[in-house]
């Protein structure tokens, strides 16, 4: 049995290592999906049953186990993308910014601790932002080594879009260790504030 290990992957991640496992097995055979992002589980799912494979699912704490019966091929241009969608009723139209690696003036090492305090708990808000957006040295809070990584990729299974400084990931050398959020420019993120009931600024 092959496993797919899809944890902590966002859509349209998921989609595409199951549709390339499935593509490298037998007809009967049965191939392992673990997810631990719901919205991923039921956008696999779905993609799944379109193509008329069999899938059991169950739930082992925070995980979620898929076990899928292959009973036909998926086409190689089966659009993947078609079924990647989020869950984002619950958002509210206003956006976050986030200017620097730490909040507001005064000694480093506390703002250091409020920036992640407050990252870490946009989560658990009533009315969560549509945008978060990261500017200047803001942008180190995406960064692969970030203390707050794990609540930006929960924050981006939560359908919120992560839009990360292209301009400032190449003035501190570190578009490579991107690990949250896309790359994103002047433009979008003009039009993003613009287009906000209200912005609010970290």
Not at 56 to 75: A, D, H, Y
């Amino acid at each position: 049995m092959k496993t797919v290990d899809a944890k902590g992957k966002l859509c349209p991640i998921p989609l595409i290592m199951t549709k390339k496992a499935l593509a490298e097995l037998s007809n009967d055979e049965i191939l392992e999906i673990l997810i631990d992002s719901e919205t991923s589980m039921s956008n696999v799912c779905h993609f799944l049953k379109e193509y008329n494979m069999q899938v059991k699912s169950e739930k082992q704490g925070n995980i979620f186990r898929l076990l899928v019966n292959k009973t036909g091929n998926i086409p190689d241009n089966a659009p993947v993308e078609d079924f990647c969608t989020i869950n984002n009723t619950n958002l509210s139209n206003y956006v976050i910014t986030v200017k620097r690696n730490r909040m507001g003036d005064g000694a480093e090492e506390l703002g250091q601790i409020l920036i992640k305090a407050c990252i870490n708990t946009i989560p658990e808000l009533d009315s969560k932002p549509k945008k978060i957006i990261f500017l200047n040295s803001g942008i180190f809070m995406c960064l692969n080594d970030s203390p707050v990584i794990d609540s930006l990729k929960k924050l981006e299974n939560m359908g919120i879009e992560i839009l990360v400084c292209g301009t400032c990931l190449d003035y501190y050398k570190k578009k490579e260790q991107l690990a949250a959020g896309r790359v994103s420019n002047m433009y979008d993120i003009l039009n993003s504030m613009a287009e906000a009931s209200k912005v609010v600024f970290a």
